[in-house]
């Protein structure tokens, strides 16, 4: 369970206070699949990243499973992300100097994981991606790297993943493609699957669509064809 309670976000700019997120309190349930739409500046990816605790609010909290992330010190915030949440980024964040295979190790091995190899090379077959294990990014297309992204946020096994325009730099054939892969993989490990997204059509086909407009909760409306 996701538990948002009076979430609110202020940064200092132009000698001023600038509110990005304005008293936000929502409930994520396990396993659920939620859209969160906006027009740009409307605090989606605020909103995303301070769940996923790679920012801190200005006030309210957050609880994840029953955890309140937000009151955690940075050291034990990193063990509770490391373990428990995937992050998915629109511009993919792979490390250039690593091959697909060792970008998928990164999260393996802070881990500690046994057998690390052979999953990192299982979740990479998984994706579509057996023949490029040993590809650096600069030597994958967008969309491949984008599946090794996913292999990544996937390889813990973590209770909650996050995606933050996960379809954004790709095209429309590539996006459904990845889409199609998120979906699959959420219903394979009973992951609670949160994203934002400008697509309405790839909103549509969520259980849930959270509208933000201004910092705050405009809408949030259960989609009644969810199968």
Excluded: W
């Excluded at 992050?87 to 100097?97: D, G, N, R």
């Amino acid at each position: 369970m996701i538990t948002v309670s009076h979430l609110t976000m202020r940064l200092a700019g132009g000698g001023h206070q600038v509110t990005i997120l304005d008293d936000i309190t929502l409930e994520i349930p396990d396993k659920q699949r939620v859209a969160i739409v906006g027009p740009s500046g409307s605090g989606k990816s605020t909103l995303l990243g301070l769940i996923a605790g790679l920012d801190r609010p200005t006030s309210g909290s957050i609880m994840l499973n029953g955890v309140e992330i937000s009151a955690m010190r940075e050291s034990a915030l990193a063990r509770y992300r490391r373990d428990h949440i995937g992050y998915i980024f629109q511009s993919f964040h792979l490390i250039p100097t690593l091959t697909a295979l060792e970008n998928v190790l990164v999260p393996l091995e802070l881990a500690g994981m046994s057998e690390a190899r052979d999953r990192a090379a299982h979740l990479l077959r998984t994706v579509g991606l057996e023949e490029r294990l040993h590809h650096y990014p600069v030597q994958l297309s967008g969309g491949e790297q984008q599946r090794v992204a996913v292999a990544r946020a996937f390889a813990c096994h973590p209770p909650i993943l996050l995606a933050d325009e996960p379809t954004g730099n790709l095209d429309s054939s590539t996006g459904h493609h990845v889409m199609d892969l998120l979906r699959t993989l959420h219903c394979d490990f009973g992951t609670t699957l949160v994203l934002v997204t400008h697509d309405l059509a790839l909103a549509s086909s969520m259980e849930r669509v959270i509208a933000l407009r201004d910092g705050r909760i405009e809408s949030d409306t259960p989609n009644p064809q969810y199968p």
